[in-house]
């Protein structure tokens, strides 16, 4: 009976969490809040989490769970958002391909299923520099499969690399925030822009040469 009270407060942890991070964001949430909100100490909360950043591990642990389950399938390794960075460089374009459309389908369910605790995933500031830098990764990962870094445009590379790593993070963002059309169609619309991205990148990359 212990054990079922001690995971209906966690519960009520999570839940009081989530809703202060949405009201004021993660650098302004707050324990002491948090506390209030789920009906007890802050010292009572600091037994079952140590830190806000706990707490967002905790939440956004499903939707790192079933990503992984993709990134392994396709690459036998694991990405982890929090803790260490993905290395891409070993994966071949037609695995990089392959593995996006699979996570354009699991992206679109995790956002039906659980849908805060993919958008705290995104809206955490190291969490969101960390998938950048995973998108980052990814199309210089590309853009050597492509033959097209040399050492005179190295550095421009770079730079469009880390831009084309932040529009792919916002675009899919925009698509997930979109209500209005079906699960199927959302699919389609991330893989398209994924797709559409990489055509985009290899045509750009491509004038630097010029």
């Known amino acids: 009976m212990a054990q079922i009270l001690k995971d209906n407060v966690k519960q009520m942890i999570v839940d009081s969490a989530i809703q202060d991070i949405f009201e004021h964001g993660f650098s302004n949430s707050s324990m002491r ?3 209030s909100n789920a009906q007890m100490t802050v010292g009572n909360l600091y037994r079952y989490f140590k830190s806000k950043e706990e707490i967002v591990n905790y939440i956004i642990a499903p939707v790192l769970d079933r990503l992984n389950v993709v990134i ?15 290395d891409w460089s070993e994966v071949s374009l037609d695995v990089i391909m392959a593995t996006l459309d699979e996570l354009a389908v699991v992206l679109v369910d995790l956002s039906y299923h659980y849908p805060k605790s993919l ?14 830098e995973w998108f980052a990764k990814l199309i210089s990962s ?19 690399a880390r831009s084309y790593a932040a529009s792919l993070f916002s675009g ?35 004038l630097l040469e010029g």
């Open 72 to 86: 392994e399938k396709h690459t036998h390794q694991r990405i982890d958002f929090v803790n260490s960075s993905f």
């Open 33 to 35: 809040r948090i506390a």
């Open 142 to 160: 590309f853009m050597v499969s492509k033959n097209l870094v040399n050492e005179q445009n190295q550095t421009r590379c770079n730079l469009l």
């Open 172 to 206: 899919v963002k925009e698509c997930l925030l979109e209500k209005n059309i079906d699960k199927e169609e959302m699919v389609q619309v991330i893989q398209i822009y994924f797709s559409g991205c990489f055509m985009m990148l290899e045509h750009n990359f491509e």
């Open 119 to 132: 958008m705290i995933m995104m809206m955490h500031g190291k969490i969101h520099q960390m998938i950048h």
